[in-house]
């Protein structure tokens, strides 16, 4: 009886009963179902996000280069460049 005192079995017993619960929850119909909706919105939030932040990176280089075209800072080939990619 000692044995349930000992930590090390403690903490044995305990991994032995959560993969034994763990291996029950995933082989249930609902569980897997609630699991896989909820990764399919993590996805879906973490595209949106991905989105955004692109959306946000290119107002950023747009608001850059109008800042240097007006302090004047732009190069002559820089525009020139610039306005014929924007041309096409």
């Known amino acids: 009886m000692k044995f349930y005192k000992n930590m090390k079995f403690i903490c044995f ?3 032995v009963l959560a993969a034994l619960v763990g291996t029950k929850l995933v082989k249930d119909k609902t569980v897997r179902k609630a699991c896989v909706a909820t990764m399919a919105k993590g996805m879906k939030v973490q595209k949106n996000a991905q989105e955004a932040f692109q959306n946000m990176k290119e107002e950023a280089e747009d ?3 109008e800042a240097q075209k ?3 800072i732009l190069n002559e ?3 020139t460049s ?3 990619v924007s041309e096409e």
């Open 82 to 84: 610039e306005e014929t």
């Open 63 to 65: 608001l850059c280069y």
């Open 70 to 72: 007006k302090a004047g």
């Open 77 to 79: 080939e820089e525009e």
């Open 13 to 15: 017993a305990s991994g």
